[in-house]
């Protein structure tokens, strides 16, 4: 069995203004911030002379890499991301950074989504990615249309109720 795996499918580009800033803000964090902290701590185990029975020091050494993988990943993706800003030009259809409630035919449930970018998604707080299959069948939509969509446990069927933006 070899270890190849397909290459992952690329992420919609695109972010809000707050998402944007949030991953700014943990980039300059990480650099200006924890890597230092860790690279003093990993000099320090280092200095204590035996790095192979040397817990602390292999322990800095893999949270320096995981920071180092991440402020890279950072890096990369802000060059490359494009901030949505303003509203659509057709306020009443479901577009990026829409919050839609949507009920769901069959059982009558209802729930609130924002349709963010896939950097920013946040289930809590209902941001779903505008490449999840919801997001995807809920575009161009607008109150009162009903829309089909094949989720994890099976087609369901959901009306759009409301559609508002910030």
Same mark, same amino acid.
């Not at 944007?20 to 300059?28: G, H, I």
């Not at 802000?78 to 059982?107: N, Q, Y």
């Not at 609130?112 to 997001?135: F, H, K, N, Q």
């Given at each position: 069995?070899?270890?190849?795996?397909?290459?992952?499918?690329? /992420? $919609?580009? !695109?972010? $809000?203004? +707050?998402?944007?800033?949030?991953? %700014? +803000?943990?980039?300059?964090?990480?650099?200006?911030?924890?890597?230092?902290?860790?690279?003093?701590?990993?000099? =320090?185990?280092?200095?204590?002379?035996?790095? #192979?029975?040397? =817990?602390?020091?292999?322990?800095?050494?893999?949270?320096?890499?995981? !920071?180092? %993988?991440?402020?890279?990943?950072? #890096?990369? @993706?802000?060059?490359?991301?494009?901030?949505?800003?303003? @509203?659509?030009?057709?306020?009443? +259809?479901?577009?990026?950074? *829409? %919050?839609?409630?949507?009920?769901?035919?069959?059982?009558?449930?209802?729930?609130?989504?924002? !349709?963010?970018?896939?950097?920013? $998604?946040?289930?809590?707080?209902?941001? !779903? /990615?505008?490449? /999840?299959?919801? =997001?995807?069948? +809920?575009?161009?939509?607008?109150?009162?249309?009903?829309?089909?969509? *094949?989720?994890?446990?099976?087609?369901?069927?959901?009306?759009?109720? /409301?559609?508002?933006?910030?």
């Amino acid at each position: 069995m070899s270890r190849w795996r397909p290459p992952p499918e690329h /992420s $919609t580009p !695109i972010i $809000t203004r +707050a998402g944007f800033e949030r991953l %700014r +803000a943990e980039l300059d964090e990480l650099w200006r911030m924890r890597r230092p902290e860790v690279v003093k701590a990993l000099a =320090a185990a280092a200095a204590e002379g035996d790095r #192979s029975e040397n =817990a602390e020091y292999t322990y800095r050494k893999k949270q320096l890499g995981e !920071i180092d %993988r991440r402020v890279r990943y950072l #890096s990369k @993706r802000l060059e490359v991301l494009k901030v949505a800003e303003g @509203r659509p030009s057709d306020p009443g +259809a479901v577009f990026f950074g *829409a %919050r839609l409630e949507v009920e769901d035919t069959d059982s009558g449930d209802t729930a609130r989504y924002r !349709i963010v970018g896939p950097d920013e $998604t946040d289930a809590r707080a209902g941001d !779903i /990615s505008v490449d /999840s299959p919801l =997001a995807r069948a +809920a575009l161009k939509k607008r109150v009162d249309d009903e829309f089909e969509v *094949a989720l994890p446990g099976g087609m369901r069927r959901f009306v759009v109720v /409301s559609v508002q933006y910030d």
